[in-house]
């Protein structure tokens, strides 16, 4: 689950072939003509470009050769000053190719466990899921979420992904549960469900409006039925610069106020909108209406603060590039070497934007993950193979750096469990 999947329907990780189609033409250079994708709006502002990006970032691949021969695409992030909604213009959903290759569990993490648990006992507790209810999840991914789900409360659950691998099931909730492995979309709308879920998704689909209108007329005239979304929050990496958080895979991007104003011009009441994991991720919950809703949270009212956040990322990006060019170059001058702690988008969004090379830098930087299954295979476009953490204790890094601050406190423990005490550079 997590980090994407819509597609068979949508274009990203869930969605039909019919909608993955980009709805705007490829505006003019510098050019603004691209239609808005949530509301419609003919006009969005490009803020920032990025060419020869990996076309993905999660798949995992068998060999460096598959690996450095992988399709690569253009980001042009464009801004809509009517809803605030940003989408990637040059988003190709043809280049897309998920599969069960695809990695994006982060459930080997410690941290990331407590916040499942969290998330898990909270939508139990606020929706009264139990036995006799049925929960759908959108993109289940490896299913680990709708497994918890169903296990903790009792309820019955649907899951569905392109990317849903059975063997890694282990649940005696199982004669319950029902994984579909494939894309959400219109064969997939007749669906009943006391409660829809979508975690780390949305962002993987270019036509956003087509889907949110499509879950809504999944739920129909079940007027109970509730709705939670969680997806990263683009309010944070606008105001912090954080441009590995930016990779092809993520074709459209939210803060609340742009996913508010979605789910309400799609016939959705709002319950709560909030931040959750060190404010990195957006948390939506909702219930369907009769009709469109109009705002009433005072965090929706972000238009202006997201405008004001546009026009300075650009300049925020390049200091915050500056500054880790320089560490690499100063590690490479001086033979220091470097470990980079975690191997997902955000890792191959930073390698490509940093221009790092196994010709450049082989010998003195090594890429680690927790995650086993992800051990021995290369990432997409820089061809780096990924090491268990086992390797730095004949490596000895300088310096790790690690690619989520929220990680930092458990790496470093794993470290000094390995009488390793290198430099900790913790990106935020
Ligand atoms: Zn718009």
């Known amino acids: 689950m997590n980090q994407d999947r819509v597609r068979g329907s949508f274009a990203g990780r869930s969605l039909a072939p019919s909608l993955a189609t980009p709805a705007t033409e490829s505006p003019a250079?510098?050019?603004?003509?691209?239609?808005?994708?949530?509301?419609?709006?003919?006009?969005?502002?490009?803020?920032?470009?990025?060419?020869?990006?990996?076309?993905?970032?999660?798949?995992?691949?068998?060999?460096?050769?598959?690996?450095?021969?992988?399709?690569?695409g253009e980001i042009e992030l464009g801004f809509c000053h009517d809803c605030?909604?940003?989408?990637?213009?040059?988003?190709?959903?043809?280049?897309?190719?998920?599969?069960?290759?695809?990695?994006?569990?982060?459930?080997?993490?410690?941290?990331?466990?407590?916040?499942?648990?969290?998330?898990?006992?909270?939508?139990?507790?606020?929706?009264?899921?139990?036995?006799?209810?049925?929960?759908?999840?959108?993109?289940?991914g490896k299913g680990e979420f709708l497994v918890g789900l169903c296990e903790r409360s009792g309820c019955a659950g649907i899951g569905l992904d392109p990317g849903y691998r059975p063997e890694r099931t282990r649940t005696g909730a199982a004669d319950r549960i029902t994984f579909i492995r494939d894309f959400y979309g219109p064969p997939y709308s007749h669906l009943r469900a006391d409660y829809?879920?979508?975690?780390?998704?949305?962002?993987?689909?270019?036509?956003?409006?087509?889907?949110?209108?499509?879950?809504?007329?999944?739920?129909?005239?079940?007027h109970h039925v509730n709705v939670f979304f969680e997806l990263p929050d683009m309010e944070r990496v606008l105001r912090q610069g954080a441009f590995w958080d930016v990779y092809y895979e993520h074709c459209t991007y939210f803060t609340r106020g742009?996913?508010?104003?979605?789910?309400?011009?799609?016939?959705?009441?709002?319950?709560?909108?909030?931040?959750?994991?060190?404010?990195?991720?957006?948390?939506?919950?909702?219930?369907?209406?009769?009709?469109?809703?109009?705002?009433l949270l005072p965090q929706e009212n972000d238009l202006a603060c997201t405008a004001s956040l546009i026009a300075r990322f650009e300049k925020k990006v390049s200091d915050r590039l500056q500054s880790l060019r320089e560490t690499f170059s100063r590690c490479r001058a001086?033979?220091?070497?470097?470990?980079?702690?975690?191997?997902?988008?955000?890792?191959?969004?930073?390698?490509?934007?940093?221009?790092?090379?196994?010709?450049?830098?082989?010998?003195?930087?090594?890429?680690?993950?927790?995650?086993?299954?992800?051990?021995?295979?290369?990432?997409?476009?820089?061809?780096?193979?990924?090491?268990s953490p086992d390797a730095l204790s004949s490596m000895r890094p300088d310096i790790v750096l690690v690619?989520?601050?929220?990680?930092?406190?458990?790496?470093?423990g794993d470290l000094a469990s390995r009488s390793l005490h290198p430099e900790v550079i913790a990106l935020i």
Request: charged share 25%; with cysteine.
């Open 29 to 72: 250079p510098g050019g603004t003509r691209a239609a808005c994708q949530a509301c419609g709006s003919g006009e969005m502002q490009v803020f920032y470009r990025l060419e020869g990006v990996p076309a993905h970032s999660c798949l995992m691949l068998a060999s460096r050769q598959e690996a450095l021969a992988f399709p690569r």
């Open 84 to 140: 605030g909604f940003i989408g990637n213009l040059k988003f190709d959903p043809t280049l897309h190719r998920y599969s069960p290759d695809y990695e994006e569990t982060q459930a080997f993490s410690p941290r990331f466990r407590r916040f499942l648990e969290e998330v898990w006992d909270q939508q139990i507790a606020r929706f009264g899921l139990g036995p006799g209810m049925t929960a759908l999840e959108i993109g289940c």
């Open 196 to 222: 829809v879920c979508c975690r780390h998704t949305l962002e993987h689909i270019a036509p956003v409006f087509d889907f949110v209108r499509l879950v809504r007329e999944t739920i129909g005239e079940r």
């Open 258 to 295: 742009s996913l508010a104003r979605l789910f309400r011009a799609n016939r959705f009441d709002l319950r709560r909108l909030y931040k959750a994991y060190d404010d990195q991720y957006l948390m939506l919950e909702a219930q369907p209406a009769s009709q469109a809703t109009d705002p």
């Open 334 to 387: 001086s033979g220091r070497r470097i470990a980079i702690w975690g191997s997902g988008s955000k890792c191959v969004s930073l390698i490509s934007s940093l221009g790092l090379s196994r010709d450049l830098d082989a010998g003195t930087l090594a890429i680690v993950d927790i995650n086993p299954h992800k051990h021995g295979k290369f990432l997409a476009g820089s061809g780096f193979e990924i090491l």
């Open 403 to 412: 690619m989520n601050a929220i990680y930092a406190d458990e790496i470093r």
